[in-house]
């Protein structure tokens, strides 16, 4: 990848990622006093992941640095490993954040979107 498309990958990274974090915040499941505990882990892990991003020396990440990539590919595996939390519909989510298995959370169609968005980058 050049100078140029590592830039613009962490660019619209950033964007995305961003887009994600508001999709979560207007979430009503998210916003209320007590959020579902399975909105909140995956709403914390997302968060987390992009603290990682802004982390990443953009002058570093843009001339090629190892750390910078290995670090830009560890975000990139987070936001696909998010997408596949966000849609899955066996419980085991809801299972690992202490939910019901039989009623697995449903995240709607919005932030279902935004979290496919960013893992296909």
Do not use: C, W
């Amino acid at each position: 990848m050049s100078n140029q498309q590592n830039s613009a990958r962490l660019e619209a990274l950033d964007v995305k990622m961003k887009e994600l974090i508001e999709t979560f915040e207007s979430h009503p499941q998210i916003a209320s006093p007590a959020p579902h505990p399975t909105a909140f882990f995956l709403f914390d892990f997302v968060k987390n992941t992009y603290n990682t991003l802004q982390k990443i020396d953009a002058a570093r990440y843009a001339s090629g640095d190892r750390q910078a990539l290995d670090a830009i590919q560890e975000v990139t595996g987070r936001n696909q490993f998010t997408s596949v939390l966000i849609n899955d519909t066996s419980g085991k989510l809801a299972l690992m954040t202490g939910g019901d298995p039989s009623r697995p959370f449903d995240f709607g169609a919005t932030v279902k979107a935004k979290a496919k968005e960013l893992a296909d980058i």
